[in-house]
């Protein structure tokens, strides 16, 4: 019982240590997409609760643990999503971009449908995992790109070449995904 809240206790140190910047990041994730009621404290409450359930989490990196948050913000925003998308039935206007407030980095063109990004992103993750991390962890994440060579034990070099070729490669995709309103997998979205 003493081990269990002591691991709670250094769960929410942690997570208070980040909390500000996950919630500039829910910022940017947030002011890309229209028509979304979620605020940037929502956004990051939402992913605490997630993460509330496995305190074990403070013993990781803190590298470690701003990827496994950015992994529940990227699935606050797609249950909100799916949400929306059942109660208006078909009408798809919920949008999100690569921001370009990101440092150093441009935006992917035309990631317009949360739900095309997340069906996109699970695609590419049975191609290369490693590239989907990388995305995930750049855009829900922010992470740098030498925050991201260090997380997946791979160069700098390595992981700009990977985020160029997983941009492009999911902007096909996502257009693809959007004119024919299916999935990668060819499932109704």
């Known amino acids: 019982m003493i081990a269990e809240l002591e691991d709670r206790e250094s769960f929410d140190k942690v ?5 500000e910047e996950l919630r500039g990041l829910a910022a940017n994730v947030l002011r890309s997409e229209q028509g979304n009621h979620l605020t940037p404290t929502t956004l990051v409450h939402e992913a605490w609760l997630k993460l509330a359930h496995s305190p074990e989490l403070a013993q990781t990196s803190r590298l470690h643990f ?14 909100a999503a799916r949400r929306r998308k059942a109660a208006r039935r078909g009408d798809s206007d919920l949008h999100v971009s690569f921001d370009e407030a990101l440092p150093g980095e441009i935006p992917l063109p035309d990631a317009r449908d949360i739900l095309a ?23 829900f994440g922010g992470l740098e790109v030498s925050e991201l060579a260090e997380m997946l034990q791979v ?20 257009k693809r995904a959007l004119a024919g309103g299916r999935d990668a997998n060819g499932g109704v979205f």
């Open 66 to 79: 701003r990827r496994i948050a950015a992994r529940a913000m990227r699935q606050v925003l797609v249950e």
């Open 15 to 19: 997570f208070s240590l980040v909390y």
């Open 117 to 139: 990004l997340d069906h996109a992103l699970d695609s590419l993750s049975r191609i290369s995992e490693r590239q989907a991390r990388l995305v995930e962890g750049r855009f």
């Open 155 to 174: 160069s700098e070099a390595t992981i700009t070449r990977e985020w160029r070729s997983a941009r492009a490669w999911l902007a096909v995709e996502i």
